[in-house]
């Protein structure tokens, strides 16, 4: 398993933008799928997004399309999630997480993010 941590959560207006940063400890971070869940009081996790080990394909559901966009640095061993036009609904935690094309099985600690009206 890889380790992951989480950065970039504050408290937000609604409207606003915020970019969360996952750092990935793992050398062989090219070689894993990536993706953001996101947790909010009372709900169970939620996909956010994800982007294969290249980069080149992306996936969202949505109720983020248009307005979250995830990106990888390889290089740099390191997933962003760049969030726009952020909703008072967008408040919850956000988990980076690494796996296969079939399921992730490694996940960070959360970084709190919270969208006030």
């Known amino acids: 398993q890889v380790q992951l941590v989480e950065s970039g959560g504050r408290l937000v207006q609604a409207g606003g933008s915020l970019r969360l940063t996952c750092a990935a400890s793992e050398r062989a971070f090219s070689s894993y799928r990536m993706g953001w869940f996101r947790q909010a009081p009372g709900k169970e996790r939620e996909f956010v997004a994800s982007?294969?080990?290249?980069?080149?394909?992306?996936y969202y559901p949505d109720s983020v399309k248009g307005r979250f966009t995830i990106s990888r640095d390889n290089a740099k061993n390191t997933v962003y999630l760049q969030m726009n036009s952020l909703k008072p609904e967008d408040t919850a935690v956000y988990y980076c997480?690494?796996?296969?094309?079939?399921?992730?099985?490694?996940w960070g600690q959360g970084t709190q993010v919270t969208v006030s009206s």
């Open positions: 982007i294969i080990r290249s980069g080149g394909s992306t």
């Open positions: 997480a690494a796996g296969t094309p079939k399921a992730f099985d490694s």
